[in-house]
Nanobody, 126 residues
Framework: QVQLVESGGGLVQTGGSLRLSCAAS????????MGWFRQAPGKEREFVMR????????YSTDSVKGRFTISRDNAKNTVYLQMNSLKPEDTAVYYC???????????????????WGQGTQVTVSS
């Protein structure tokens, strides 16, 4: 079983930055696609970004392109989400997730992930 723990959320003003971290344990980190999702009040969980097992392929939702970056350090079993130029509409609980299915190629939908962190709140004030 994989355990994921997010950290780094908080309150930031519009235009500010936050760096989220997700530490993984209990499995082989380098075999997982790692994703970030978010859920705002009254909305469905939304895909944000994901990174492939060795970090060579990255997908992101259009709303964060040019502002967010995802990276991973397999030696530290950690994935990061660097969030710049934050907007109020980025306010949400952010979740780290792991996909351990070797057949997965894209992994941009929440149902493709079976391991989730507890979430960390990101609030962007206007």
């Amino acid at each position: 079983q994989v355990q994921l723990v997010e950290s780094g959320g908080g309150l930031v003003q519009t235009g500010g930055s936050l760096r989220l971290s997700c530490a993984a344990s209990g499995g082989t980190f380098s075999s997982y696609i790692m994703g970030w999702f978010r859920q705002a009040p009254g909305k469905e969980r939304e895909f944000v970004m994901r990174i492939s097992r060795q970090g060579s392929s990255i997908y992101s939702t259009d709303s964060v392109k040019g502002r967010f970056t995802i990276s991973r350090d397999n030696a530290k079993n950690t994935v990061y989400l660097q969030m710049n130029s934050l907007k109020p509409e980025d306010t949400a609980v952010y979740y780290c997730a792991a996909n351990d299915d070797a057949s997965t190629w894209y992994a941009t939908q929440s149902h493709e992930y079976h391991y989730w962190g507890q979430g960390t709140q990101v609030t962007v004030s206007s």
